[in-house]
């Protein structure tokens, strides 16, 4: 079993930084792709950051040139820093690690941007 554990949520300022991490632990051989996903009140979560194994990333429009999502394969950990933060940018985050056998999700870390 593969066990996914985010951390680094809080609450900030507009216009303010946090970084988010996230671990993966338990019977892994391999994580693929590693992924931050969104989820706002009353709206679907919603794909924020993928990186792969190789290190190529994926932004949502959004979030480009204020995010950057990197990782540590050794460690079977992810990072998302998140600069200039909007309000727009208040929810759950969660980080999802896909293996070759199944996609595992963390429970989340709540992330909350206020003026």
């Known amino acids: 079993q593969v066990q996914v554990v985010e951390s680094g949520g809080g609450l900030v300022q507009a216009g303010g930084s946090l970084r988010l991490s996230c671990v993966a632990s338990?019977?892994?051989?391999?994580?693929?792709?590693m992924g931050w996903y969104r989820q706002a009140p009353g709206k679907e979560r919603e794909l924020v950051a993928r990186?792969?194994?190789?290190?190529?990333?994926t932004y949502a429009d959004s979030v480009k040139g204020r995010f950057t999502a990197s990782r540590e394969n050794a460690k079977n950990k992810m990072y998302l820093q998140m600069n200039s933060l909007k309000l727009e940018d208040t929810g759950v985050h969660y980080c999802?690690?896909?293996?070759?056998?199944?996609?595992?999700w963390g429970q989340g870390t709540q992330v909350t941007v206020s003026s």
């Open positions: 338990g019977s892994i051989l391999r994580i693929n792709d």
């Open positions: 990186i792969t194994f190789a290190g190529a990333t």
């Open positions: 999802n690690a896909g293996t070759w056998a199944a996609s595992y």
